[in-house]
């Protein structure tokens, strides 16, 4: 069964960066579509980002915000986050989730089956 364990959550100032890690155990990382979600203080959760691979080619979509990035290391069996230019406003607790493959890149939560615990992200001065 695939476990998931994020690190790299803390406090930022605003325009700090900051990189999550998303950590996979049990199964072949590669095998799945994995995504990152936020969810801000009082808000729903929101999709952030997904990387995922289709027909032997991976592909990743555009952060909610457009600052951060996402990656894959195979050989660590890692997905990260790469968070630039934080504000305020991007104050959450991020979390990673995966799902399998068929539904391509989709940020919708209810196809997402496996969860890990979310490191908070406090932007503030």
């Known amino acids: 069964q695939l476990q998931l364990v994020e690190s790299g959550g803390g406090l930022v100032q605003p325009g700090g960066a900051l990189r999550l890690s998303c950590a996979a155990s049990g199964r072949t990382l590669d095998h799945y579509a994995i995504a990152w979600f936020r969810q801000a203080p009082g808000r729903e959760r929101e999709g952030v980002s997904v990387i995922i691979t289709i027909d032997g080619s991976t592909y990743s979509t555009d952060s909610v915000t457009g600052r951060f990035t996402i990656s894959r290391d195979t050989a660590k069996n890692t997905v990260y986050l790469q968070m630039n230019s934080l504000q305020p406003e991007d104050t959450a607790i991020y979390s990673c989730?995966?799902?399998?493959?068929?539904?391509?890149?989709?940020?919708?939560?209810?196809?997402?089956?496996?969860w890990g615990p979310g490191p908070p992200v406090p932007v503030s001065s």
């Open positions: 989730a995966a799902r399998a493959p068929g539904w391509g890149p989709s940020l919708a939560i209810s196809l997402y089956a496996s």
